[in-house]
């Protein structure tokens, strides 16, 4: 569960730090789901999980704060799977 967490809350990250081209892949899809692939391409991110979550975002969760208390989170789960002995594999450098 905590490895599932960790691969989403890399790609918000990743989408919140390229928010603009994320929204314009967005704003050029046809629908939700080519959405979905646009952004897997585009952040070498899942289509299934990761790239949902990025595409149901909502904007405030780009404001500074946000942006913050998603990256703790994400240091707080790999810290957890450290601690359990797993080394956690991620896209972006935490």
């Given at each position: 569960m905590?490895?599932?967490?960790l691969?989403?809350?890399?790609a918000?990250v990743m989408?919140?730090?390229?928010?603009?081209e994320?929204?314009d892949?967005i704003?050029a899809?046809?629908?939700?789901?080519a959405?979905?692939?646009?952004i897997s391409?585009l952040l070498g991110?899942?289509e299934d999980?990761?790239?949902?979550a990025i595409?149901?975002?909502?904007?405030?969760?780009?404001?500074?704060?946000d942006?913050?208390?998603?990256?703790?989170e994400?240091d707080?789960i790999?810290?957890?799977?450290?601690?359990?002995?797993?080394?956690?594999?991620?896209s972006?450098?935490?």
């Amino acid at each position: 569960m905590a490895t599932q967490r960790l691969a989403v809350l890399d790609a918000v990250v990743m989408a919140q730090d390229r928010y603009a081209e994320v929204s314009d892949a967005i704003a050029a899809s046809a629908d939700r789901y080519a959405a979905r692939a646009a952004i897997s391409r585009l952040l070498g991110v899942r289509e299934d999980m990761a790239a949902r979550a990025i595409t149901e975002l909502v904007w405030f969760r780009l404001t500074v704060a946000d942006r913050r208390q998603t990256r703790e989170e994400r240091d707080e789960i790999i810290a957890e799977l450290r601690a359990a002995g797993v080394e956690p594999t991620w896209s972006s450098a935490p």
